[in-house]
């Protein structure tokens, strides 16, 4: 367990030391599905829309929003509430995931603080609204292959049971409580799961695009055996938001966002090796944060 950071507002300086520890700690390993590792969820809130859609080369992402109000799920928690998730079906080979007795209990093994208050746009309620819509919805992953397609479509849990004390978040109650996940969706989890470091992942939970990058780059530098070189177009087209390529201003900006982020992965992951000479990104084969064989022991 890293050492938690000072109390007080927390600046880009806090969040860099805590990235150096990172660097310096033992890898916290974790997995994740890899079509989620290539096709992103929804960056900002998208309003009414239930229905989403994010492709990849040969993957795409379809999520449909569930329940009596649909919602999709956005931002940086439903992307580590996957996370834990994939963690979890990895570590216990089980569809049934248990969550624990308080709200305070969850947040403590998701890896987010929970000092802050509960009110509209509190962490507890913003962590609420968006498992409620993470848990509800339906998933669907593609795979192009040469001789023909692989889908797998699931519900991301069969059965939601979540018994915490609304007013008392940090008040155990007599139950634990627990989700369980779509058959098809466990198996694909276990199929082909994509070793992280979770150390790495929450320390840069402020930014689901650096969320995203760290994820897409584990799982492409996994197998590189010589360079990539890619345009920003390229890039933006893979993580903006809304892409619209005709827009060089979106993707220089999108540029400036990206490498923002890349910087901090590279101090917490010095072996990360990449350039970006005028108009590209290049990256290079690289030790990987999780080694192969770090990533199954114990399981």
């Known amino acids: ?114 000092s802050d208050s509960a009110g509209r746009y509190g962490i507890r309620t913003r962590l609420r609204e968006q498992m409620t819509r993470l848990f509800r919805a339906s998933i669907e992953l593609t795979e192009e292959l040469p001789d023909g397609v692989h889908t797998v479509a699931d519900r991301v849990t069969t059965d939601m049971r979540l018994w915490w004390n609304p007013r008392r978040f940090d008040e155990p109650v007599s139950r634990d409580s627990t989700i369980v996940l779509g058959h098809d969706l466990f198996n694909e989890i276990l199929a082909a799961p994509v070793p992280i470091d979770l150390h790495v992942l ?36 893979q993580f903006a938001r809304r892409p619209e390529p005709q827009f060089r201003q979106s993707v220089k900006d999108f540029r400036k966002d990206a490498l923002r982020e890349l910087g901090k992965i590279r101090v917490a992951w010095p072996q990360l090796c990449y350039s970006t000479p005028k108009g590209f990104l290049v990256l290079r084969p690289s030790p990987p944060r999780v080694s192969p064989a770090s990533s199954t022991e114990g399981l």
């Open 1 to 114: 367990m890293l050492p938690a950071p000072r109390a007080g507002r927390w600046t880009r300086d806090d969040q860099i030391d805590s990235l150096i520890r990172v660097a310096d700690s033992r890898p916290d390993v974790g997995f994740m599905v890899r079509p989620l590792a290539l096709c992103t969820l929804p960056r900002t809130d998208p309003g009414t829309l239930t229905h989403y859609v994010r492709r990849n080369g040969r993957y795409a992402l379809v999520v449909i929003a569930g329940g009596p109000e649909p919602r999709l799920p956005f931002g940086v928690l439903p992307r580590l509430l996957l996370s834990w998730i994939c963690t979890e079906a990895v570590r216990s080979r089980s569809r049934r995931l248990v969550l624990g007795r308080s709200l305070a209990e969850f947040m403590r093994r998701l890896g987010v603080q929970s």
């Open 202 to 237: 929450r320390e840069l939970k402020r930014s689901s695009l650096g969320l995203d990058l760290y994820l897409w780059l584990t799982y492409r530098l996994f197998r590189l055996d010589r360079p990539l070189r890619l345009t920003w177009r390229q890039v933006y087209r």
